[in-house]
């Protein structure tokens, strides 16, 4: 199972903006949320809503290719 460069380079491209959308989220906490966290562990809370981001990002686009893989032989 050969992945192609184009392939590598695109699920690295998500994963950079699903951990930037993560930081962009933790910020957002930190900036307007009324809890009381400890700033040093920002980072990783960063890290952790980047991940889960990037596994909901995964499951749609799995489910998307479901859904047109399942058209398209419909309609056949």
């Known amino acids: 199972m050969g992945l192609s460069r184009k392939t590598m380079v695109r699920e ?25 966290w400890p700033i040093e562990s920002y980072g990783y809370y960063g890290i952790f ?13 799995s489910l998307w290719w479901v859904r047109k893989g399942g058209r398209s032989t419909q309609g056949s």
């Open 12 to 36: 690295w491209i998500i994963l950079a903006l699903c951990l930037g959308l993560g930081a962009h989220v933790a910020l957002g906490f930190l900036l307007h949320g009324g809890q009381n």
């Open 49 to 61: 809503f980047g991940v889960f981001i990037y596994v909901v990002v995964q499951i749609g686009r």
